[in-house]
């Protein structure tokens, strides 16, 4: 199997640090699984066109990333990184209503 095929195979974040053998600090994984994965995520996106063909130096660029991404989440948190819209939303925003348009 292909690196690509043998990834489509790992579900959970846990599965990913451990398939390219990094180590990681459990409690860290445990309340930032969705935004280590997503980070992830953004940043093959943002290597895509300058990944190389071959499974070997794939995998290595991809557990460069992902060491990256984790260690994003053990270095702050996910409110900081922002990784989700919900994050990126910012502070309550005002919004004015005329008078006029509230009925009783």
Known sequence: ??????????E?????????????????V???R?????????YLAQ??????????A???VY????LRAYNDFVESDAQTEKVF???KMGESQTVFVPLGDIRL
């Open 1 to 10: 199997m292909s690196l690509l095929e043998e990834i489509e195979e790992l």
């Open 12 to 28: 959970s974040a846990e599965d990913f640090l451990q398939y390219f053998e990094l180590a990681y600090d459990p409690s860290v």
């Open 30 to 32: 445990h309340v930032n």
């Open 34 to 42: 969705l935004h280590i994965l997503q980070r992830f995520h953004d």
């Open 47 to 56: 290597a895509a066109d300058k990944m190389p063909e071959n499974d070997e």
């Open 58 to 60: 794939l995998g290595a």
């Open 63 to 66: 557990k460069q990333l992902l």
């Open 85 to 87: 819209k919900v994050f």
